[in-house]
């Protein structure tokens, strides 16, 4: 993708994400390491910050330890109403929580984004959400989206193509992130080009990018550079350099050199 399709691309994320945003609270479910603020109507005593336990309780005035992990902001407020009257200390409390911080649900946003960073998933967040949390994908980044996930115990990996998403409008790879993910965006892959064109270098290759393109990309040929002298010096699988004489409509593989030869005429 071009910068100006990656900015347009970038925008689609963020319109994706501000177009799914829930403000409902009692979406979240309660988990070790959030941080609550509790508070019962004209009790003001009863107020306190607190932080949930690895165990998944908070510990509150006159009833002790109370187990909120696991369930919503709305439940929690139910049971600490529930034990506060039924233990004698308030007739018909009205509690009320609010997440100051939530630390249990939260993803991992790496590599050529924005803003790489952990980003908390204060309800149900897709693909396309997260990356627009995390600024979008950068102009370097790449097309190829990598997640890692915990599936009953066992570590997974799934590999996603954004642009063909996006292109084809298909969202059903817009897979829902949740708490602990990794989403990861690599480096664009690159080819080189260098010998008689205008601007020898490395390039961010292209989605079926053509030898013929590739030679635009490096400016053109100079006035010594000849178009039946392009060879792609491009490495197999045993490791070796192959030398390979290129046609204008062959296409460009990740790390091939272009080499465009002197004409002698």
């Given at each position: 993708?071009?910068k100006l399709?990656k ?5 689609v ?5 501000l ?7 009692d979406?979240v ?6 941080i ?12 306190l ?20 992990g696991g ?29 100051a ?6 993803a ?5 984004v924005?803003r ?13 959400d ?11 980044g ?18 996603i ?7 084809s409008?298909?969202l ?9 993910d990794?989403?990861?965006v690599e ?11 205008q601007r020898?270098?490395?390039?961010r290759?292209e ?8 030679l ?7 006035m010594?550079?000849?178009e ?24 460009i ?13």
């Amino acid at each position: 993708m071009n910068k100006l399709y990656k900015s347009f691309f970038s925008l689609v994320l963020t319109f994706l994400f501000l177009s799914s945003v829930s403000f409902a609270a009692d979406d979240v479910l309660l988990g070790p390491g959030d941080i609550l603020k509790v508070s019962v109507f004209e009790q003001p005593d009863l107020s306190l910050e607190v932080r949930v336990s690895d165990s998944g309780t908070i510990t509150y005035p006159l009833i002790g330890a109370v187990h909120v992990g696991g369930g919503t902001p709305a439940e929690a407020e139910k049971k600490i109403a529930n034990m506060l009257e039924t233990g004698g200390y308030l007739k018909n409390p009205h509690v009320s929580i609010i997440v100051a911080q939530l630390q249990s649900l939260q993803a991992s946003v790496l590599g050529q984004v924005g803003r790489p960073g952990r980003y908390p998933l204060d309800s149900a967040r897709t693909l396309a959400d997260v990356l627009a949390l995390a600024g979008g994908i950068a102009p370097d980044g790449a097309d190829i989206i990598t997640i890692v996930q915990k599936v009953n115990d066992k570590t997974t990996r799934t590999t996603i193509d954004i642009a063909d998403m996006m292109r084809s409008g298909n969202l059903d790879n817009n897979i829902e992130i949740k708490g602990g993910d990794i989403v990861y965006v690599e480096r664009s892959p690159k080819f080189y080009i260098y010998g008689e064109v205008q601007r020898p270098g490395q390039y961010r290759l292209e989605h079926n990018m053509t030898v013929l393109q590739a030679l635009s990309v490096g400016g053109g040929l100079t006035m010594r550079g000849t178009e039946k002298g392009v060879v792609l010096k491009r490495q197999n699988e045993s490791g070796s350099i192959e030398v390979i004489k290129a046609k204008h409509d062959d296409l460009i593989q990740q790390n091939d050199v272009v080499y465009i030869k002197e004409s002698f005429f």
